[in-house]
């Protein structure tokens, strides 16, 4: 009987721990899900001697500034210190002969700055050195539409692409860069 007696609470234990889950409540009583907050209109920061009143009362929307609106930034925007530390990295690299190490680290520095044109035109330089010239004229191209106007780096893109195509045999494309190059 003393084992009956401590055995029963560890069988309600075990058989309740063994139920299955409550039944859940019918969709009905489930509280829809809240609605979004309504946002404020944006705040008038106009003058108040700008605006002007209509006949009825009512004061319009704020006029327009005769500014032109503002450009993108330029693609060479300033270089952050990771960018040139990597790139001093891969220069130094290039330097001792490490062209796939150079490549890496070129690659690396433009994931953080895609749209910096001095790094694609440094990885096409190294990437004609490792005597792949159809992928450093692709690369010098990608250059030149991100340099926008900067003529020299255009310049040496062209120069670069021109240099590719005479080693992949292409005489008459190599004239027709140099010439864009001048």
Wanted: charged letters at 25%; aromatic letters at 2%.
């Amino acid at each position: 009987m003393t084992k009956l007696r401590y055995a029963l609470p560890f069988f309600t234990v075990a058989l309740a721990a063994c139920s299955p889950m409550p039944p859940r409540p019918p969709e009905a009583a489930v509280a829809p899900p809240a609605k979004p907050a309504k946002l404020a209109p944006p705040a008038d920061h106009t003058n108040p001697a700008e605006r002007k009143k209509s006949p009825q009362g009512e004061t319009p929307a704020p006029a327009k500034s005769a500014q032109p609106p503002k450009k993108a930034p330029p693609a060479q925007a300033a270089t952050s210190p990771a960018v040139m530390a990597l790139l001093q990295e891969a220069e130094a690299s290039s330097a001792s002969g490490s062209l796939d190490e150079a490549a890496a680290t070129l690659e690396r520095a433009i994931r953080i700055q895609p749209r910096n044109p001095q790094l694609w035109h440094k990885l096409a330089e190294v990437r004609l050195k490792q005597h792949q010239p159809g992928l450093a004229e692709d690369l010098a191209k990608k250059s030149n539409v991100l340099s926008q106007d900067n003529k020299a780096l255009a310049r040496q893109n062209w120069l670069l692409i021109a240099d590719a195509r005479r080693k992949k045999g292409d005489e008459q494309g190599a004239a027709e860069a140099d010439a864009k190059a001048k």
